[in-house]
Every structure is written in structure tokens, then in C-alpha cells.
């Protein structure tokens, strides 16, 4: 029995380990040149959270900083109701460059985060396995120095999005917004 048990606890942190590694890092990550201001432009996931709140989502700010220990202080800015809300998260480092950690203080959920694909001045996709106690999602971001993004890199977004088994109704191009873009400092 606990041998079996052994077993499949074993499958499973190896399926979890190559779905990880399934996900692609840019090449010759330069995280110097991802910090400054982005726009979250798509958002893609396969989480109970978004399917609840989609509807009410709307494209915010992320101002992305380096800490004097090479992490990553992620600060996002968003409009919820009537309010501006901030978010921070400490993104921790990890051995391989484009690769980060994160465990939510909120939901004890933890984040295996990977900077995909960038250019750094137009456009950068980022891919988040979530796992926590109640089993796990994906999450992809689409982040944009302006506003706008072109087609091809929303086909981009999108097409990344379903290579990561996230379906139609889980792809969402952010509805555009003046609201708290100017409190993001």
C-alpha cells in the first residue's frame, strides 16, 4: 500500500515537474530590460477566480522593479469597482534566468512563473503554473508597453494560450481603460 502510494505521489511531481518544464523561457533573459511599466493587455486561465470575475476585468497597469537581490517587485494596479486596488508580489529568482517563485501570502497558493517571450520594449508573454492545497491552473499574461498591441501579437497571445490547454471562454483580451492608469505610479 505504501509503496503504491509512494508510487503515485511520484507520477505526480513528475508530471508536475515536466509541465513546468514543457513551458518555454526566453532565451538569454535580460531581466534589466523587463522592469519599467507594462499594460496587461490579455489574461488567460483556467482558475475558478477568473471564471467568476471575467466579466468584470479591465486592463491595468504593472510597474515591474529589480530588488537588490535580483528578484523581481511586481506592483499591479487595477480597477475594481468603484476603487483603485494595488497589488504587490515579491517575485524570487530562481537558478534559471526568466524563471520565478512566488507563494500568495493571501491564498498560500504558489506561482511558478515563466517570462515566455519578449522584445522588452513592445510586448512580453508570461506563463504561470498555480498550484495550491485544492488542485492547480494556468495562467498566461499578455503585458504591453502602450495600450494597444498589433493582431499578430494578440494571434500570438492567443494561440500561446490554447498550446497550454486554455480553451475560448478562458482567453480574454482586456477591455481597455483610462480608469487608475494614472494612479500606477
Not at 476585468?57 to 517587485?73: P, Q, R
Amino acid at each position: 500500500m505504501q509503496a503504491t502510494l509512494l508510487s503515485i505521489l511520484g507520477l505526480a511531481l513528475l508530471g508536475t515537474l515536466h509541465a513546468q518544464d514543457s513551458i518555454p523561457v526566453q532565451a538569454d533573459f535580460q531581466q534589466d530590460k523587463l522592469t519599467g511599466r507594462w499594460y496587461s493587455i490579455g489574461l488567460a486561465s483556467n482558475s475558478n477566480w477568473f471564471k467568476e470575475k471575467r466579466h468584470l476585468m479591465k486592463m491595468c497597469t504593472t510597474i515591474i522593479s529589480a530588488t537588490a537581490e535580483g528578484n523581481l517587485e511586481v506592483t499591479s494596479t487595477y480597477p475594481k469597482g468603484d476603487q483603485c486596488v494595488t497589488r504587490n508580489s515579491l517575485y524570487t529568482k530562481t537558478e534559471q534566468p526568466g524563471r520565478f517563485s512566488y507563494t500568495s501570502p493571501r491564498w498560500g497558493s504558489k506561482h511558478n512563473i515563466h517570462v515566455v517571450e519578449t522584445n522588452y520594449d513592445e510586448y512580453a508573454l508570461v506563463a504561470t503554473q498555480i498550484s495550491k492545497g485544492t488542485g492547480s491552473s494556468t495562467m498566461v499574461l499578455l503585458y504591453s508597453r502602450t495600450k494597444e498591441l498589433s493582431p499578430e501579437r494578440l494571434e500570438m497571445f492567443t494561440q500561446f494560450s490554447k498550446e497550454q490547454g486554455l480553451t475560448d471562454d478562458e482567453i480574454l483580451i482586456l477591455p481597455q481603460t483610462d480608469k487608475c492608469m494614472a494612479d500606477a505610479a
